[in-house]
Every structure is written in C-alpha cells, then in structure tokens.
C-alpha cells in the first residue's frame, strides 16, 4: 500500500518540470509487453537494449545469464536503469516459467522461421521479445518453448540486425500499434504510485533521511 502522504512529501523535494516529468512518464509505461535478452554477450548490446526499452515504454527488461553476466554500462543505457525495472535469471527455463506464469506469451525474434511477419503481429496479446545471442541467436530452449514466431521483413542481402536495432524497431513498431487499439496497456494506479516512490528514492539526495525524518514527525503529530 502507497502512502500517498509521503509520496507527496517527497516529491516536493521535485522540481515543477521533473514531477510534470515522471507523470507524464509514468502514464506511457506499460507492462503489456516486456523484453528478453538470452546470454547476450556484448555489453553495449544489453545496454542499448534497456535504452530502447525506456524510450518506448516498456517497465520491464529480463536478462538471462546462464554463461554471460555483467552489469549494464550505465554510459550507454544513458540513465535508463534508473526508468526501467531489470529481472535477472540465471536460467532461461526459468526465465520462461515466470513470464508464462505472469501471462505473457512467448515471442522468439528470429529471421529463420516462418511465421509471423512484424506488420502482422497482433499487439492484443500481452508478450515478452525474446532476442539471442549476437552469433548463434536464440537456443533451442527458446524456440522450443516459443508460442510465437516474430521476423522483421528484410529485402537486402544481411539476414539479420544487430539485437538493439532489432529491438527499436519491434518495439517502435508494436507500441506505436497499441496504442490504438482499446487495450487496457497502461500501469494500474497502483502500480503507477508504487513506481512515483521509486523514482524518487532514485532521485532525491539523502532519500533514507527523508524518509525517516517523515515518520519520526508522522508519529510525534507534526505531519
């Protein structure tokens, strides 16, 4: 339960154009689609992944770590770890076995398979991207497990793209179709409070002494 008394302290501490920021923010946030990157191997690519993930909305990136794991460069993700809520698993079975349970179908982005082109992808049903590995793509355990099949239409003579290109224009391309359609894509008002008290324990200086100076006077009849 948020408590709406302290998240209107805090956020005093806000500037008028990072508050109108975050709402503004927060109401474009979705969690209709989610992303996943499998044992990525380059850094930057993660990264930019989770960039790209801010800039389209999505509150959530899962990363997969069962042979590669590193932190996210924060110069390259440009602050967007601070926006964007990271799962971390260290199996893909596992991976697999949350999304599922939390509803989303599972999409493998793969150029080799047949089955749905991007312009063709029906954006109703909640899912989770799944993007591979820059050499060898998604492992059999992904696509085995995959309830749908996404490719991006190519007409050159290169079968593929670079997973965080790959990514911007799925993702450009499915919320940009979401939204508008009649779906319920958007945080639940919950959700949206809970994530307001996040960002500002991610932004304001001294957040743990607010904190504790709010309730100390709460409790002594001051607030």
Request: proline letters at 1%; glycine letters at 4%; a negative charge.
């Amino acid at each position: 339960m948020v408590d709406l008394q302290l998240l209107e302290h805090l956020e005093s501490y806000l500037t008028e154009h990072r508050l109108e920021r975050f709402i503004k923010v927060i109401d474009q946030r979705t969690k209709h689609f989610t992303v996943a990157t499998e044992d990525v191997y380059q850094l930057h690519n993660t990264s930019a992944v989770m960039r790209t993930c801010d800039v389209f909305g999505l509150q959530e990136l899962n990363i997969v770590e069962e042979t590669n794991s590193k932190s996210i460069d924060g110069e390259i993700a440009m602050g967007a770890q601070k926006w964007v809520d990271l799962n971390r698993y260290n199996s893909v079975n596992d991976c697999i076995k949350d999304l599922k349970q939390k509803g989303y179908q599972i999409v493998a982005t793969t150029p080799h398979t047949e089955d749905c082109e991007l312009y063709d992808f029906d954006v109703t049903k909640k899912s989770c991207f799944f993007f591979g590995r820059e050499t060898e793509g998604l492992s059999e355990a992904v696509l085995k497990q995959a309830d749908s099949f996404l490719k991006i239409p190519m007409v050159g003579f290169t079968e593929s793209l670079n997973i965080s290109v790959s990514a911007a224009i799925i993702l450009q391309h499915a919320t940009s179709k979401l939204k508008k359609t009649t779906i319920d894509w958007q945080l639940t008002e919950t959700e949206k409070l809970e994530k307001r008290i996040d960002w500002c324990k991610k932004t304001i200086k001294s957040y743990d002494e607010i904190v504790e100076r709010f309730y100390s006077e709460k409790g002594s009849g001051k607030v």
